[in-house]
């Protein structure tokens, strides 16, 4: 569960707690300007960095929340011999309660990629429950209602698109969609210009549909497909006959997932996948911003 959505559940349940913000940085620094975490009495969500600074405040902050003096207050600290840290610069952190008005002045985090993710089977899921860690944007579609986690859509089934709302016993993330219709493929248009697609439903017809979707729109960022080399080639020659062009079909990503990570289990092939689209992500942000979509196109 990402950070705000942590947040505002805690502020839902009525759970007291402060919000620990890096405020400002010189030098070398564990965390940016921006980085939080929310303390409770109890837990601790976010971080600012870990090692002895993080200790020393959350020490402070469940300080603050025993004596009901929640600030806001601000404190530098200095990360050299006296703290432990060898990072060497210095810190200010902001110290305030968790309340609505702290809610609402949470910048949004923006995102590394805007993701249409096919397929809610084994694989599907477990590289969701690894976005749903990540600042990403995702819609995740299916046709079988029965196959995403409990409470993610209606049961009654197609045609329904849920957001973050739901049973009150469950969170589900702000930032991920789920989206249950027929045509699956016709959901490709939905897109915006230089989104994200995986491609791993349970027929290789479905696949095979959804990847010339794409493949026809020609403005994807990343285009990835489940499967194995000779996957590869029978959709290519097929593709190739419907006139989807080879340098088109030259940007599908198939075999997905960076080179060097072996095994088959749905978790390994998530972390494998998850990793090559953050490092694509890394790619399309250091081009020029004039060229960015063309690089998409590439």
């Known amino acids: 569960m990402r950070l705000p959505d942590a947040a505002r559940l805690w502020l839902s349940a009525g759970r007291p707690a402060v919000v620990v913000e890096v405020v400002e940085t010189q030098g070398s620094a564990p965390r940016e300007a921006g980085a939080r975490m929310v303390v409770a009495h109890d837990a601790v969500a976010g971080t600012i960095g870990g090692g002895h600074l993080e200790l020393q405040a959350i020490e402070l902050a469940r300080s603050m929340l025993a004596n009901g003096e929640c600030g806001p207050v601000t404190k530098r600290y200095a990360l050299g011999p006296a703290l432990g840290q060898c990072c060497g610069g210095v810190v200010t952190l902001g110290y305030s309660r968790l309340d609505a008005a702290a809610l609402a002045a949470w910048p949004p985090e923006p995102a590394l990629f805007t993701l249409q993710l096919y397929g809610a089977g084994h694989v599907g899921r477990a590289i969701v ?28 089934g197609p045609g329904r698109r849920v957001g973050v709302q739901g049973a009150a016993a469950f969170v589900r993330p702000s930032h991920i969609e789920a989206v249950c219709v027929d045509a699956v493929e016709a959901e490709v248009a939905e897109a915006p210009p230089g989104a994200f697609f995986l491609v791993l439903t349970h027929r290789h017809d479905l696949d095979l549909r959804i990847c010339e979707a794409i493949l026809r729109r020609g403005d994807f960022a990343y285009l990835g497909l489940i499967g194995s080399k000779t996957k590869r080639s029978r959709f290519e020659h097929q593709l190739l006959r419907r006139g989807i062009s080879s340098q088109t079909l030259a940007r599908m990503t ?18 494998a996948v998850v990793a090559q689209m953050v490092q694509r992500a890394g790619t399309l942000s250091r081009e020029p911003a004039d060229t960015g979509l063309a690089a998409a196109g590439r």
């Not at 075999?255 to 095994?263: D, K, M, S, V």
Request: hydrophobic share 40%.
């Open 254 to 271: 198939c075999p997905i997932g960076i080179p060097g990570i072996e095994g088959k289990a749905p978790e390994i092939i998530a972390v």
């Open 129 to 156: 429950r690894l976005l749903e860690t990540l600042p990403c944007r995702v819609q995740w579609i299916d046709e079988r209602a029965q196959e995403f986690p409990e409470g993610w859509v209606s049961p009654s």
